[in-house]
Nanobody
Framework: VQLAESGGVSLLAVALLRLFCVASGNTPSTLCMAWFIQGPGQSREGVAAIARGGTTTYAGSVKDRFTISKDNSLNTVYLQINSLQPEDTAMYYC????????????????????WGQGTQVTVSS
């Protein structure tokens, strides 16, 4: 499975940003997928995940502003970030693992064995 993120930008705080992750090799219908963030000097943290069947889970710190979704026909998973803040500045990574479960989701990095190269989001106040 190869993952390619896009959509990262450097910008002033804006209302909305959408990141894209395109999967090749396996479609999102066979994958549990997630977004992780890693700020400067910080460890990688799971913020949103979507199960093969569409169930989602979020880290408590982003639950009200981040939305993960997917389009199996486009092999794409999205992360929408509302009300961007300077604290959202980080490298954003897409991750995936093949699963037979329709409902299993995880925000733990060790559960994922496929990773994208990351896309940088920088938010200035």
């Amino acid at each position: 499975v190869q993952l390619a993120e896009s959509g990262g930008v450097s910008l002033l705080a804006v209302a909305l940003l959408r990141l894209f992750c395109v999967a090749s090799g396996n479609t999102p219908s066979t994958l549990c997928m997630a977004w992780f963030i890693q700020g400067p000097g910080q460890s990688r943290e799971g913020v949103a995940a979507i199960a093969r069947g569409g169930t989602t889970t979020y880290a408590g710190s982003v639950k009200d502003r981040f939305t993960i979704s997917k389009d199996n026909s486009l092999n794409t998973v999205y992360l929408q970030i509302n009300s961007l803040q300077p604290e959202d500045t980080a490298m954003y990574y897409c991750a995936a693992h093949v699963t037979v479960s329709n409902r299993a989701v995880s925000l733990a990095a060790h559960d994922y064995n496929y990773w994208g190269q990351g896309t940088q989001v920088t938010v200035s106040s």
